[in-house]
């Protein structure tokens, strides 16, 4: 079964620390892709960053990056010298090859104290 | 540059009354889904166009309806509106990895 998981729930992080955000993912495709979106409290969703299965190198983007471990089948998002704006819900999601659908984790809550 | 633009932002509907949300694309992007959001929860996908003609079920289909006449517009219809229908509605596009949403409809049934 193809499943994404988020442990976390909510987090509290001191601004400008580094964060972590866990996601495991479960599938037997070979080729998938993995995301991160950012929710505010305004509620777009927004891009962070992107990781396919096949990527040497771990994906990042700006203050975002991706560990992915694929023998772990995690790929958490990492979020460098953390901002008040960072607070928001962080999505993770998987896309199969066999299948259109964007498979979405529960969410995680971050939660930035100044 | 528009993106995916959803109509309406906010709506309130009867127990047993019709509406449709629209949605339409301007990037051109072959595939394009609707999903609902369920408060403190993740995304569940209602439907999904892989193109023009051509739609599918997905995670939660019950109680709605698409249809695809053009690149561009994916409408959601909810023929009798049920409270159980009452979330945010996000329509997204992707030309093939990446997502891009619109801004989402919030959908009450009282």
């Known amino acids: 079964a193809q499943k994404i998981t988020q442990t976390q729930p909510g987090m509290f992080v001191q601004e400008k620390e580094a964060v972590t955000l866990d996601c495991t993912y479960d599938?037997?495709?070979?080729?998938?892709?993995l995301f991160w979106y950012k929710q505010p409290s305004s509620g777009e969703m927004i891009f962070l960053i992107y990781?396919?299965?096949?990527d040497q190198q771990n994906a990042t983007e700006g203050r975002y990056s991706l560990n992915f471990q694929k023998a772990r089948k995690s790929a958490n998002l990492v979020i460098s010298a953390s901002q008040l704006g960072d607070s928001a819900m962080y999505f993770c999601?998987?896309?199969?090859?066999?299948?259109?659908?964007?498979?979405w984790g529960a969410g995680t809550k971050l939660i930035i104290k100044p | 540059n528009a993106g995916v633009t959803q109509t309406p932002k906010f709506r309130i509907l009867k127990i047993g009354q019709s509406m449709t949300l629209q949605c339409t694309q301007d990037?051109?992007?072959?595939?394009m889904y609707w999903y609902r959001q369920d408060p403190g929860m993740g995304l569940k996908l209602i439907y999904y166009?892989?193109?023009?003609?051509?739609?599918d079920k997905g995670e939660v289909p019950n109680g709605y309806n698409v249809s695809r006449s053009t690149t561009e517009d994916f409408p959601l219809r909810l023929e009798l509106a049920a409270p159980s229908q009452t979330s945010v509605y996000f329509c997204?596009?992707?030309?093939?990895?990446?997502?891009?949403f619109g801004s989402g409809t919030q959908l009450s049934v009282l």
């Open positions: 999601a998987m896309r199969v090859r066999s299948n259109y659908q964007l498979i």
């Open positions: 990781q396919g299965s096949y």
């Open positions: 166009s892989v193109g023009a003609g051509i739609t």
């Open positions: 599938t037997s495709d070979p080729s998938y892709g």
């Open positions: 997204a596009s992707s030309p093939r990895e990446k997502l891009f």
């Open positions: 990037m051109n992007h072959n595939y």
